[in-house]
């Protein structure tokens, strides 16, 4: 079952495409932009990859302002302000 550890090989980490029914926490596998989806899996707003893959399980790491959930949001607000810098950028000629 996707998600799940196989055998003795606790590393295996599964993979799914775009266009995938999930619900859940998902991360880039290319860029390591993190979504929350329930639905269809897009392609990654910020690098257009299709692969996706679950996120890694942190207890306890949203409360209270875990440090962990802190740095991951503020290092994806920061390439989500990059990537409107350069698309504005674009636009502007």
Known sequence: M???THGLDQ???DFYPSGTQAAG???CASC???IVVRGQLPRCPMCGESTWETA???PLSREAG???WTASAAAARDRWQLAQAN???GRQG
Do not use: L, Q, S
Request: glycine fraction near 20%.
């Open 32 to 34: 390591g932009y993190g």
């Open 56 to 58: 890694a399980w942190r």
């Open 2 to 4: 996707p998600g799940e």
């Open 87 to 89: 698309y504005e950028k």
């Open 25 to 27: 926490e998902f991360c």
């Open 11 to 13: 590393d295996y980490v």
């Open 66 to 68: 875990g440090a962990a």
